[in-house]
């Protein structure tokens, strides 16, 4: 079967075809003018010129037509090779025809292969279809079918011969042909697909924005994409590479230059790579590595360079970012530690009946600063949490309209004498609804804290509607209002505006930039602002959630539903037990020695995690108040071997071990638990929250110690 090509094969198969023409005929011309010589001379020498004159005349023309068209080879057309080999195929089938049957009829067996090769030395390459191979295969079997019926009188071999004789003689023709067409078809499609490749190579090479030079020993360029021409700008290797400022990233310092690193790439083994590093040129950087290839049989060295400014600065905001989150969760934890002793012993001065109302005065300051601190570490502590993606979200089902009052009350207690009235508008909002209380109620309270702040008469209206499970919480105010082009700078981490500094110097410019990003933790689009100037501002987000209908709300207590938990007499039962803290701040540990002693519970102290086991080891106690982070043995490691003793009977039971940290994050929870400590508080504690921890765990343990 004669397989069809294209028409870009056809065209390479032409080209193909062209160039092996042309050297066949050069050849057969070659050939030709060396077999007349020799005949010529050969005739002479042995049988005499006179007696050889018409056969010497014949090959002498031959000579000459050789040798005219081995000269005419030169820049000659496709078509004119065509045209030649084919009339030289039949000039030399006429010549051989004549040497045959005019001056060597007996040698007509050599003549007639003579004739099957000069046919498949100058045919073969010409086909470049099927009806081209049918026609030469006719052309050749007809030629000498004609010499040998009219001159050989092959007709006399009987009619079988006479008919199969051509008959075999085409098919052998053809076939030799064909065979050799399927060969040239052949290696014209391996060179198209290679062509293809390198096409589509090189296209890669130079559609990349990638910069990439191949040079060799002499530091000359052998190829270069348009990126690295564009960069290089006609120039060498060695001035780009030795005029630009050089950043070491992965060798040593012992050299300054790039290019001598380059070069001493040639002394390694072949496919050896290296990255050597930045070089800095206008303003930009670009990071560049090599490879040692074999590149047209030499040795020779791939650059490849790309431009990292983009990554470079992005790493670097990425690195101080972690740095930033690193020392805000360290800062604010070790904040967080003296605030809630500062709270605590307050509280202790506070409950004392014997304290003037200026002392009481100055002791509500002291504990509004703290609270006031507290929020400011909050806010950079979910600052932090947000930035490092471990802000957890705690979703649940909750009363909106609880909620929504309680924001209010708060604020009303701080507007205190000024002339702002305070509104709140709810419609159609349903009992229950299913989100993060604390979230929403952070969010809340610093839009209306912000609206406080900012409005000096008039009023502030907190509204929320609920439609189609969409949550949305407007906050109104009459205050300053803002420009419009100011609007987009609100949610910057740490922005203050001058007008807002003026009427409220205090905070970190946090709040609503923590704000906006609580919304979308809660799968919100963000908060809205609409603002004008001296007429006010209009703070608003949406929040999906879904509402829970009144008929399944029969497992869920109301929040004002009084919850009864066993009443503990102090005076009888504490009197046995001890609380054993444990705190590497001798000032938390006198904070909270205060406040258990204040509510009638002994305690004793230690210092660290091994002082703490000695205690244990000789003392029963009934709570230990665990602090996480101490020197020589933390909370966690100092809870297990606990547990080991007990394990391996050195203490008699585990009393209750309440991790007390001014961290906040899940992963620390969870770390205590895993520990095996029992509860948890978060420093600061509120007082009444950490006696019902201590109490409800004592008289736990008091139960299980008597069984």
Known sequence: MIPKIGKEELSELRKIKSASTNLRLRLGFIAGIIATSCHIILDIAIVGFYESFKLSLFNLSVFILCLCFLFKLENCSERFLIISTLSITEISNLIIGILAIVFYPKCIGIFSQISVLAFIFYNTVLPVSGKTLLFLAAKQTAVWTFYFLVFFDMGNGGIVITIIGPIQLYLFYFFTLYFDYLKDISICKSQMKVKSMHTNIFSIVEAISDYVLVIDKLETIIFANTSAKNLIQNGSAQTYFSKNYYYRKYLSNDSKDIFSEIKNLFACPLNTELNFGIIESNSELYEWSGKLIEWDNQASIILCGRNVTHLVKLEKEYNESQYKSALLRTVSHELRTPVSAVISIAQIIESTEKLSSESKERIEIIKNSCNYQLCLINDLLDYAQILSGTLKISKTFFNINQLLIDCIKIIKIQLQEKDVRLELITNTLPKTIFSDPYRIKQVILNLLSNARKFTIKGMIILEANYDKNIITITCKD???????????????????????????????????????MLVKELGGEGITVKSELEKGSC?????????LQNTLLVDIPDEDTKIAVPFISIKTILHKNEVLIVDDMYFNVMALSHLLKNEGISCSYALNGEEAIEKIKIKKFSCILMDCEMPILNGWETTKKIRNLYIKGVIASIPPIIACTAHTSEHIKNTCFEAGMDDLIIKPCQTEILITKINQWMFKFRNCDNT
Do not use: H, M, R, W
């Open 478 to 516: 009459t205050g300053i209002g803002i420009s419009k082009e100011k609007i987009s700078s609100l949610f910057i981490p740490y922005g203050k505006f001058e007008c807002s500094s003026q009427l409220n110097p205090q905070g970190v410019g946090l709040g609503l930039a923590i704000s906006d």
């Open 539 to 547: 703070f608003s987000f949406s929040l999906p959630t879904q509402s």
